[in-house]
């Protein structure tokens, strides 16, 4: 009887949490399905939730569309760069707030915070025009520095906390033994950084590999360094939209994040919920 009542109390719990993952799941399923129909059951008065027959000429499409390589090339070098410097910068940014005393601490803090909560949409026309007047226009290393400064704020948030979680007295003891400082933190807290690190690096590679705004804003005359977001939008005919190649596309566009965040999910929740134990 004891048992059975705090599972009865927790139905309506459970229930709403499943609706919640089914309503969120839903429009992926529906893209993926999309992706694997006909077109002439993608077209038909009746839609099915689960097709009928399968195809795979949508996703031979979106591949042999033109500058798929060539997006996808300028979608992974952009995005691992932005995310590998974001995180070199934050790093050092995060311990030297965590393990150090120093004037302005807080004011940088609070200037970081600002930052994450600033919307990057409201900054678009000043870009552009810091662009425009240093001949940075059509450019990928722009793409880069604007996804660096979009993910940054949030990597040093994350660090910190993640470092203040590592106790001091471990990076003092191999001090201690004959270490510097940088050899402590390399030796003893560098490598208890791992699960932060791939939190805010999946976090980073998605907020860049997602990005629309900025890549169809900043790259307008050089079409081929456009990302795969811009070529998304490309599947578009005399008769209309694809919506068989747009959706195999977009599977094959979602695909690569869904394989990270699946293998690194360990090592991202844990990280996210040290990183929120210390501010």
Request: glycine content about 6%.
């Amino acid at each position: 009887m004891s048992t059975t009542r705090p599972r009865i109390r927790r139905l309506p719990l459970n229930a709403a949490a499943v609706l919640t993952v089914l309503v969120c799941l839903f429009p992926v399923y529906w893209m993926v399905a999309t992706a694997f129909t006909p077109t002439r059951d993608i077209q038909s008065d009746n839609p099915r939730i689960i097709p009928g027959s399968w195809t795979l000429d949508h996703f031979r499409t979106a591949v042999g569309a033109t500058g798929f390589g060539l997006f996808w090339r300028n979608s992974v070098l952009v995005t691992l760069s932005a995310v590998l410097l974001a995180l070199v910068i934050a790093l050092g940014s995060a311990y030297a707030v965590a393990r150090m005393r120093w004037k302005g601490r807080r004011q940088f803090m609070l200037m970081v915070f600002i930052a994450q909560m600033a919307p990057w949409e409201s900054l678009i026309i000043p870009v552009y025009i810091i662009s425009r007047d240093t001949d940075m226009l059509d450019r990928l290393p722009t793409l880069t520095l604007v996804y660096f400064m979009m993910t940054l704020p949030f990597t040093i948030i994350v660090l910190r906390g993640f470092i203040g979680t590592i106790p001091p007295e471990l990076e003092e003891s191999a001090q201690v033994d004959g270490c510097t400082r940088f050899g402590a933190f390399r030796r003893i807290a560098f490598p208890l950084l791992a699960p932060g690190l791939m939190a805010t690096s999946l976090f980073g590679y998605i907020t860049a590999w997602n990005e629309f705004t900025y890549a169809n804003f900043l790259i307008i005359k050089q079409q081929d360094h456009r990302t795969l977001p811009v070529w998304l939008s490309s599947f578009q005919n005399v008769f209309g939209t694809d919506w068989g190649a747009t959706m195999a596309a977009s599977t094959l566009f979602a695909a690569p994040a869904l394989v990270i965040f699946l293998l690194l999910q360990r090592h991202v929740t844990s990280g996210f919920a040290a990183g929120a134990v210390k501010g």
